[in-house]
Structure formats: structure tokens, C-alpha cells
């Protein structure tokens, strides 16, 4: 069965600042790796997604992760972020072809001024 | 035009009472599912039903029941409600194969 970590519970960062948020995986078979942001009150939002191909993948609002099979890893970046960045982000994780998807347990990001 | 939509957005309720929570999608996915997310915001999933048929059906108690009328909608069925049912339940849908699920808003359940 898959598991995800995030690494950090909480990432206070400063206005036009880069962030990284990081991800760990376990599985013993292939994976989708996912980022999906929640901001207060609201529900998932899904960021972006890696399937296969290029371990470069780009989403929505700036973000990029990249897949690193051998770190078994999928870090979430954004070189400059904004106050509406403020929010909480998940990583999460399905077998392929499987439609569990588990999710980490979030990274609080707060942007301040 | 909601992709997921989910009723009602909250839902206030005295312990052992039966409520139940509507959801509804328009992207012609094939699978639905409930989450549950706690109060720290740990995000588990509950059900999971494809054509209308359960695949997924996690350790939930059994006062729990969903149920699929057509592929375009599930329903979440709680009775004799308690304290700890208290969270806030997403439903989502995917394309077969699992590849992205689309969330809806979210239902906060307190249970005073």
C-alpha cells in the first residue's frame, strides 16, 4: 500500500520569496504523485499532477514539482510567492490504474508582508 | 456550472440523529468517492463507488452508508450521530483510472 510524508508541518515565508514544500513517497509499484492546495474554507484544488514523461511538471499559478524516482520524492516550488498563496497544501498519491488516493497529512504555508 | 457540487455546505446536528449529505457531478467521470477531513486536517477516504458499484470501502463504522443512485451521484448516509463525526466530508470524481480526482466544496458536520 502507498504512503505519502510531508516533511514540514508549517512554512512561514516572506512575500516575493521562493518556497520549496516537500513530498516522500513509499510504493512498490508505479505512481501518481499529485499537489492539490486547500485555502481556508474551501475545498481541493488540484495544483498539478505527474502521470509519466518529463519528472518536470508544471501547474497552475506558478507552481512546478519535480518526480525523483530514486529519492522516491516530489517536491512542490514556486519561485515567488504571494500573500494568496497563503493556504494549505497536500501531496498525495495513487498506484496506477488504483483510485485510492492517500493523501500527507499538509504543509500550512503562510505568506507574509 | 459546479463540476462536483455537494449539499448542504453545513450542517449543525444534536447527537443520534440521522442526516444525510447529496452529492453530484457533471464531468461524466465514472468514479465518485468520500473523504473525510479532520480536524487536523488529515484527509481520509471513506468509499469509493465506480458505475455505482462500491470498490473502495474503507474501515468506516457502518452507521456510515453511502449509496449511488447513477454514476453521476453519491450519497452519504449517517445515522445516530455522534461527537466524533464531527469533521468535514468532501466527496470527489474521477475518470477510470484514477488519474486527478476533482473535489467538491465540502460539507462541515458539527455534531453538538
Known amino acids: 500500500a502507498q504512503s505519502v510524508t510531508q516533511l514540514d508541518s508549517q512554512v512561514p515565508v516572506f512575500e516575493e520569496a521562493p518556497v520549496e514544500l516537500r513530498c516522500n513517497y513509499s510504493s512498490s509499484v508505479s505512481v501518481y504523485l499529485f499537489w492539490y492546495v486547500q485555502y481556508p474554507n474551501q475545498g481541493l484544488q488540484l495544483l498539478l499532477k505527474?502521470?509519466?514523461?518529463?519528472?518536470l511538471v508544471k501547474g497552475i499559478n506558478g507552481f512546478e514539482a519535480e518526480f525523483n524516482k530514486s529519492q522516491t520524492s516530489f517536491h512542490l516550488r514556486k519561485p515567488s510567492v504571494h500573500i494568496s498563496d497563503t493556504a494549505e497544501y497536500f501531496c498525495a498519491v495513487s498506484e496506477t490504474g488504483d483510485y485510492k488516493l492517500s493523501f500527507g497529512a499538509g504543509t500550512t504555508v503562510t505568506v507574509r508582508a | 456550472d459546479t463540476a462536483v457540487s455537494q449539499t448542504p455546505k453545513y450542517l449543525v446536528t444534536q447527537m443520534g440523529n440521522d442526516k444525510s449529505i447529496k452529492c453530484e457531478q457533471n464531468?461524466?467521470?465514472?468514479?465518485m468517492y468520500w473523504y473525510k477531513q479532520d480536524s487536523k486536517k488529515f484527509l481520509k477516504i471513506m468509499f469509493s463507488?465506480?458505475?455505482?458499484?462500491?470498490?473502495i470501502n474503507e474501515t468506516v463504522p457502518n452507521r456510515f452508508s453511502p449509496k449511488s443512485p447513477d454514476k453521476a451521484h453519491l450519497n452519504l448516509h449517517i445515522n445516530s450521530l455522534e461527537l466524533g463525526d464531527s469533521a468535514v466530508y468532501f466527496c470527489?470524481?474521477?475518470?477510470?483510472?484514477?488519474?486527478?480526482?476533482?473535489f467538491g466544496s465540502g460539507t462541515r458536520l458539527t455534531v453538538v
Open positions: 463507488y465506480n458505475n455505482k458499484e462500491l470498490i
Open positions: 505527474y502521470l509519466s514523461g518529463s519528472t
Open positions: 470527489a470524481s474521477s475518470p477510470t483510472g484514477g488519474d486527478g480526482y476533482t
Open positions: 464531468l461524466g467521470h465514472d468514479t
